[in-house]
């Protein structure tokens, strides 16, 4: 199918690659050598290397030192969250990505309000609950689902006054809101390529300054000793020129808004039964979030899918069967509602016209289901 044949709006699962980064991997892709060799080629695979290291440290404020390249946030905020679980009390959001709720620990849920704001005076009672107890905590940056955006900064300074490790899954963030680490008060930020226009499986461990993570693999001495193995040159290369990329961009993206308010203006005027969750609060400016009383978001999505449109019921990672969102229920929908919510997510290469097929296809939607 050409790109008129279908609208693309589901970038918080993953967004398009840019055009600038095929065209660095494949060159990349083509050259030989492992960054751990001395010799001339391998000396030229650890300069770019290197050089991607420095655009993400930049893209996210920190020095190239405190970057370690992984395959993804996935496997960071599992590293983490296995590492720590030990010899750590574990405390984790209720609205995390699928990757620190299911990451097979035993974790604490920190509540939420209705707008999908951590309650962070319930956060307080449970910290002085257990004041001398070393804790891991765990706060994603933005959501993926609902695209609120955490304090970072003020969870932090309450997590000052007691022996904790904090962590902030930045993937939804980077590229999207001025993310600049020294200042979010955390320990670790985790990040994804794919996220901002880079490759898939590819992405980044960002540790404050004498803070060293869990061993993600043992065996070489990659990554400061932090991840044995082979880099995966082309795809950090590409994670690399995305990252710059979306640092010099990142004023474009807020341009987004515009669309946001587009797709949800008419959702609401269209459906007088939608709510758009999250919308009392800040959000990104790509993502939608909304819930339609009555309504089966399996039925929904399909519906949009051969009107040609391309969206999410939530978390691209559990998509796989519909199911009442835990995120949404722990924003307070009930379990019928939380299995009514669909993301709309728009990005880079979102245009008017995706837009207004969007609202076309939605209004023909509408009109068919009712």
């Known amino acids: 199918m050409t790109k008129k044949d279908r609208t693309y709006l589901d970038y918080n699962a993953t967004a398009p690659l840019r055009p600038e980064v095929v065209e660095a991997m494949y060159e990349i892709l083509a050259e030989p050598g492992n960054p751990s060799s001395i010799h001339q080629e391998g000396r030229a695979a650890r300069k770019i290397v290197e050089q991607a290291r420095a655009h993400v ?55 939420t309000h209705r707008n999908g704001l951590i309650d962070t005076h319930a956060l307080k009672s449970m910290l002085e609950a257990h004041p001398d107890t070393p804790t891991f905590v765990a706060i994603m940056m933005v959501n993926n689902e609902t695209g609120v955006i955490q304090p970072i900064k003020e969870i932090a300074q309450i997590l000052s006054d007691y022996d904790c490790i904090f962590h902030t899954d930045a993937a939804q963030a980077a590229g999207r809101i001025p993310v600049y680490f020294p200042i979010t008060g955390a320990h670790f930020m985790s990040l994804s390529a794919h996220k901002f226009g880079g490759p898939q499986g590819v992405g980044a461990l960002i540790m404050a300054n004498g803070t060293n993570p869990p061993p993600f693999l043992t065996g070489g001495g990659q990554e400061r000793r932090q991840r044995a193995g082979t880099e995966n040159v082309a795809g950090i290369h590409g994670m690399g020129v995305a990252a710059k990329i979306a640092l010099e961009k990142l004023d474009d993206f807020e341009k987004l808004r515009d669309f946001q308010s587009q797709i949800e203006s008419h959702l609401l005027s269209v459906t007088p039964a939608a709510s758009i969750n999250g919308a009392s609060t800040a959000r990104v400016a790509n993502t939608t979030s909304v819930c339609i009383e009555g309504f089966d978001a399996s039925t929904l999505l399909m519906s949009l899918d051969l009107e040609g449109i391309a969206v999410s019921t939530g978390s691209a990672c559990s998509s796989g069967s519909i199911q009442a969102s835990h995120v949404l229920l722990a924003m307070g929908a009930s379990n019928s509602l939380a299995k009514s919510g669909l993301r709309i997510s728009s990005g880079w290469a979102t245009t008017q016209e995706d837009i207004d097929a969007f609202k076309d296809a939605w209004t023909t939607i509408m009109k068919r289901l009712n």
């Open 57 to 111: 440290a930049e893209l996210v404020g920190c020095h190239a030192k405190q970057v370690i390249f992984t395959s993804g946030a996935t496997e960071s905020n599992n590293t983490l969250l296995k590492g720590y679980a030990s010899h750590r009390r574990i405390l984790i959001s209720a609205t995390e990505h699928s990757s620190i709720i299911s990451a097979g620990v035993q974790a604490e849920l920190i509540p």
